[in-house]
């Protein structure tokens, strides 16, 4: 199992999506918010995904697909 700690950030429609419920039940992938802030029009989620490295890989790819900017979180910022 591998972690990655993301910043995702979503705008318009998809601040209503149950997104990383979908991300979850798709890749089989463990989320963990650890910091999150919605207001109109934008939110953004701190969170830790977990699961199989492919997985994680093809889940990431599947949110910028949908228009979720993800970054990176380099250092431990969310502990």
Same mark, same amino acid.
């Given at each position: ?26 890749? &089989? ?10 207001? !109109?029009?934008? %939110?953004?989620?701190? /969170?830790?995904? +977990?699961? &199989? ?10 949110? !910028?697909?949908? %228009?979720?900017?993800? /970054?990176?979180? +380099?250092? &431990?910022?969310?502990?």
């Amino acid at each position: 199992m591998t972690k990655r700690r993301v910043h995702l950030t979503f705008t318009g429609k998809l601040v209503e999506e149950p997104i990383l419920w979908q991300l979850s039940q798709t890749f &089989d992938l463990i989320f963990n918010i650890r910091q999150a802030d919605f207001t !109109e029009g934008i %939110g953004w989620i701190m /969170a830790e995904l +977990e699961g &199989d490295p492919q997985r994680l890989e093809n889940g990431i790819k599947w949110l !910028e697909d949908r %228009g979720v900017q993800v /970054a990176p979180i +380099e250092q &431990d910022v969310v502990s």
